[in-house]
């Protein structure tokens, strides 16, 4: 839920600064060799490990890793030494088709965060232009502005991008450079993480033998997004939902810009719950019918159609119709979904929301749950499988679990491009940090 407590900081004398003008850079493509990325989606049920070779517009995975885990509970760790060692089974089992070591080797590891603990807002933020053509300094200065706020105290900063822009009283302005004006202002939306949590599960990966730096740790919904959700559909105006284990993850995306956030802490795991205790059998049990026979529809179903329950001092079990189990799963699936539709209207994004609803995650596999959904929302609906992926292990990574996790291979695909793909060296984490050492501090 958006949260609209931000304050700007003051700034003093922010129009008067000297700022290295970045336009005057010679245009031009950059020549990026190929680099190794992992990305690793640490949920509440399973850990998501993906090594892919990354060259301009090309991925090309190389090695996936999953494996079932514990020592996350909806979205926020519980136990490190466990965690720590889920993503270090991921890994290895990613890195023997790879044929690489991902510790050794220094390669970037983006790994994903989620949570209730996650909040979203919007942050106005001006400059005074005094008639001046607006250049590359001026949109990077208006940027930092927005950054520059007074988040709560145990909150971090995890993300932040420009929703739109105004020049003087013209708003709705995607790209203000060339424009001249007396004032240049924007929206921008801003993604924070408590930061305990977030230090617990940096701590995780250093216990893994992982570099993870703060820029590398991407919002679960934000990296499904990237793997997901197509160019017009961004555009136009969609939501996600990313339906994991413990969480779920919504993100509102309009004109190409995140919208809104909101982490909610229900997921497939708390539907195998519901069914491991209303049958009063094991968890595991329940988690193989709800796969194999799980619905969200009980009217599919014919009156004869039964599934055997298996309980503790009962080797056959008792039967169940199958739309019993469906009625179950469809009610809790109903429930989330008009709470996430009720979420979008009350903050005013619904509206903006022209080519429907695309669900992914692991539970988001769940039989006749895209006809629900379009109930709900009274939008078109579909389901989202990551696409564009090459190699001999693209496959892999084609169901919904595995969206976040190749999700983060493309986030880090952007950010290369970002920063003209030099991974070399200081590496471009220590150039931005250098860039805002010389614009800031006088470095």
Same mark, same amino acid.
């Given at each position: 839920? &958006?949260?609209?407590?931000?304050e700007l900081q003051p700034i003093n004398a922010r129009d008067d600064m000297s700022i290295e003008d970045l336009s005057s850079e010679p245009a031009g493509e950059i020549d990026q060799a190929s680099e190794i990325i992992v990305g690793v989606d640490v949920g509440t049920t399973k850990v998501c490990c993906v090594i892919a070779e990354v060259k301009n517009d090309l991925i090309e995975i190389i090695g996936t890793g999953f494996v079932a885990s514990r020592g996350i509970r909806k979205g926020v760790v519980v136990s490190i030494e466990e965690t720590a060692n889920y993503i270090n089974k991921a890994i290895s089992e990613a890195? @023997?088709?790879?044929?690489?070591?991902?510790?050794? !080797?220094?390669?970037?590891?983006?790994?994903?965060?989620? +949570? !209730?603990?996650?909040?979203?807002?919007?942050?106005?933020?001006?400059?005074?232009?005094? /008639?001046k053509v607006i250049g590359e300094r001026h949109m990077e200065e208006i940027k930092d502005f927005a950054r520059i706020t007074r988040l709560p105290n145990d909150h971090t900063l995890i993300f932040s991008e420009v929703q739109e822009y105004s020049v003087d009283d013209l708003g709705g302005? =995607?790209?203000?450079? +060339?424009? !001249?004006?007396?004032?240049?202002?924007?929206?921008?939306?801003?993604?924070?993480?408590?930061? #305990?949590?977030?230090?617990?599960?940096?701590?995780?990966? &250093?216990?893994? /033998?992982?570099?993870?730096p703060l820029e590398n740790v991407v919002l679960e919904s934000i990296a499904s997004a990237e793997a997901v959700l197509k160019y017009e559909e961004r555009e136009m105006g969609v939501v996600l939902i990313d339906i994991g284990g413990g969480t779920t993850g919504v993100a509102v995306y309009h004109n190409h810009t995140l919208q809104h956030i909101r982490e909610?802490?229900? #997921?497939?795991?708390?539907?195998?719950?519901? %069914?491991?205790? #209303? $049958?009063?059998?094991?968890?595991?049990?329940?988690?193989? %019918? =709800?796969? =194999?026979?799980?619905?969200? @529809?009980?009217?599919?179903?014919?009156?004869?159609?039964?599934?055997?329950?298996?309980?503790? +001092?009962?080797?056959? +079990? #008792? =039967?169940?119709?199958?739309?019993?189990?469906?009625?179950? %799963?469809e009610e809790r699936m109903r429930e989330l979904f008009q709470v996430i539709n009720d979420d979008l209207v009350k903050v005013g994004v619904k509206g903006k929301i022209k080519s429907g609803v695309v669900l992914t995650g692991g539970a988001a596999e769940l039989d006749a749950l895209t006809p629900l959904a379009e109930t709900i929302f009274g939008l078109r609906v579909r389901r989202g499988y990551p696409e564009g992926f090459e190699g001999r292990d693209a496959g892999k990574i084609s169901g919904a679990r595995f969206a976040t996790a190749a999700g983060l291979i493309r986030y880090a695909q952007k950010t290369i491009g970002e920063y003209g793909g030099? $991974?070399?060296?200081? /590496? $471009?984490?220590?150039?931005?940090? /250098? $860039?805002?050492?010389?614009?800031?501090?006088g470095k």
């Open positions: 839920m &958006q949260d609209n407590n931000f890195e @023997d088709p790879a044929g690489r070591n991902v510790r050794e !080797s220094g390669c970037p590891v983006y790994i994903s965060i989620s +949570g !209730s603990h996650i909040r979203g807002s919007v942050s106005p933020a001006i400059i005074l232009l005094h /008639g302005i =995607k790209d203000p450079r +060339g424009m !001249s004006g007396v004032r240049l202002s924007a929206s921008m939306y801003l993604v924070t993480a408590a930061i #305990g949590d977030l230090n617990n599960l940096i701590t995780c990966c &250093q216990k893994a /033998g992982l570099d993870v909610i802490a229900y #997921g497939g795991h708390d539907l195998t719950e519901m %069914l491991a205790e #209303g $049958w009063h059998t094991s968890m595991s049990a329940a988690e193989e %019918l =709800k796969d =194999k026979f799980g619905a969200a @529809d009980p009217a599919i179903f014919k009156d004869n159609e039964y599934i055997v329950i298996p309980t503790p +001092g009962d080797e056959d +079990g #008792g =039967k169940v119709p199958r739309s019993v189990m469906a009625r179950m %799963l030099d $991974w070399e060296g200081e /590496g $471009w984490g220590a150039k931005v940090a /250098g $860039w805002i050492g010389k614009k800031f501090l």
